[in-house]
């Protein structure tokens, strides 16, 4: 191919490209996937309704306008184990700035009596809430355990942290972000 | 099928996608070193100090980023929480270590660059079957025949549209022969990735907007497409051919010059075979 002709091509190209950037240019708001709920970094977090061990019942809706961090747990899973002492120091530093956590026990898969030790082991004050059919772990589409999700005070989720332990550095500026 | 992929390799699983596709380009890379005049070793340890850099550097700039976290929690710095990361950072710290460590040993920019090309390419593979496994770069809504379900919707697949576009990059690179002209794969991997980048972005479900309704993504990539076009018809000539040590050669001006002066000029180099089989003969004497 003749360079005049080479050129001709790429100039082709390029102009072609820029037809496509403003032909494909997002005029329906298709891209904000804040609408739906799903769990996913930029959707809507999936409702919660759940009862801690005591009966008290928590809706995750209900708490709009706090930062929520949602973190589902099992008692036999060794690094949710190893990180909920971070969990709880970090809780207990930000729940007066509007922080509210909510530990999501997967009883479906878990020994219910194991909880209440564990509880006592480590001190936990936050709200732990008890998913015994699974209904939470389904519409969280759980696969691996811990799962923490950080959403924020809209109720959209900021970021998705699979596997653990999460570090402290990691809790600090993830609900830094949330806070906002 | 994808149901099955999806739940063995979820997050943080996603992560042997990304290793394996760069065990891979490695070994790839490795293999057609020669092809570019690069030392495969050279080329090996190269990858690995950019890696190095990459996941360093990324901590680094992201604690920098938060520095009060890291303050509060020191030990945070080694922790394996892959989330604590600057991509950009991560990605500016393994170019500067890379050419750093391309300049020590010598390596030509766009010779090694050329020998990267198939690392990259498999790497881009990794990525994609990484993207379609934890769910990420998801498409929009969509109601066609081949449309997943994800995220709560149908949507465009994008994440395959993204392997499919990085295998025919991948397969090209493979089967494509070698080019003369330092810089041309590179310069031709970036051209494609970006085109192909353009075209897929148009069908992503979570694109950043700018200026109302353009997708920065696909802006970059046309940025990048056009740089990659410039750089392959006006650079290339310019850079210079990769040397290769053979021996000087007479340039003999054959197409000047007569029969009669073509003899005389050729003669000289007849004789000299004859009397470098004499010398031999002597030397097995």
């Known amino acids: 191919m003749q360079p005049i002709q080479r050129r001709a091509v790429y ?17 329906t708001g298709a891209s904000t996937a804040g609408r739906i709920p799903a769990p996913q970094k930029g959707f809507l977090a999936p409702e919660i309704s759940l009862s801690t061990p005591k009966g008290e019942k928590y809706t995750l809706s209900e708490l709009k306008g706090k930062a929520v961090l949602v973190n589902l747990w099992a008692t036999w899973c060794p690094p949710c184990r190893a990180e909920m002492p971070t969990i709880e120091k970090i809780y207990g530093e930000y729940k007066d700035k509007g922080l509210v956590v909510l530990g999501i026990n997967t009883t479906s898969q878990d020994s219910p009596l194991d909880i209440a030790p564990f509880l006592t082991q480590y001190g936990i004050t936050f709200p732990i809430l008890l998913d015994e059919v699974g209904s939470v772990a389904h519409r969280y589409d759980l696969r691996s355990l811990p799962s923490s999700y950080f959403i924020k005070r809209d109720g959209t989720i900021n970021d998705v942290v699979i596997g653990g332990p999460m570090s402290e550095a990691l809790l600090r500026t993830q609900i830094e972000e949330i806070l906002k | ?5 999806r739940n063995l390799l979820a997050p943080p699983r996603d992560l042997i996608l990304i ?6 380009g490695l070994s790839l890379a490795e293999k057609r070193a020669a092809r570019y005049h690069v030392d495969a070793e050279v080329l090996n340890n190269l990858i690995f100090t950019g890696l190095l850099a990459y996941i360093i550097g990324g901590r680094l700039f992201y604690a920098a980023e938060h520095i009060s976290a890291f303050a509060q929690s020191p030990l945070s710095l080694i922790s394996l929480n892959i989330t604590l990361s600057d991509s950009w950072g991560a990605l500016a710290a393994a170019i500067i270590t890379g050419l750093a460590y391309a300049q020590r040993k010598g390596l030509s920019l766009w010779s090694a660059l050329d020998a990267l090309t198939l690392f990259f390419a498999a790497l881009a593979v990794g990525l994609g079957f990484s993207h379609l496994a934890s769910g990420a770069a998801f498409g929009q ?10 995220w709560g ?18 397969g090209l690179f493979w089967f494509r022969k070698a080019d003369s002209k330092p810089g041309s794969d590179f310069l031709l991997f970036a051209a494609l990735t970006a085109a192909s980048r353009l075209i897929i972005e148009a069908f992503r479900g979570d694109s950043t907007l700018i200026f109302g309704d353009l997708r920065v993504a696909q802006l970059v990539a046309w940025g ?4 990659a076009l410039l750089a392959l018809e006006f650079l290339r000539p310019k850079i210079a051919p990769i040397i290769v040590n053979e021996p000087e050669e007479e340039i003999l001006p054959i197409k000047t010059e007569s029969k009669k002066a073509k003899s005389s000029v050729t003669k000289p180099k007849r004789n000299n075979l004859k009397t470098k089989k004499k010398s031999t003969k002597t030397s097995k004497a």
Do not use: C
Not at chain 1, 12 to 27: C, E, H, P, Q, T
Not at chain 2, 161 to 169: G, K, M, P
């Open chain 2, 141 to 150: 809504e969509a109601s066609l025949p081949w449309a997943i379900n994800l």
């Open chain 2, 1 to 5: 099928m994808l149901a099955i992929f």
């Open chain 2, 153 to 170: 919707a149908m949507r465009h697949p994008t994440q395959i549209y993204e392997i499919i576009a990085s295998f025919l990059t991948l």
């Open chain 2, 224 to 227: 990048i497409l056009a740089i």
């Open chain 1, 11 to 27: 100039a082709i190209l390029l102009l072609a490209g820029l037809v496509w950037i403003f032909l494909s240019a997002d005029k």
């Open chain 2, 19 to 24: 290793v394996a596709a760069a065990w891979f």
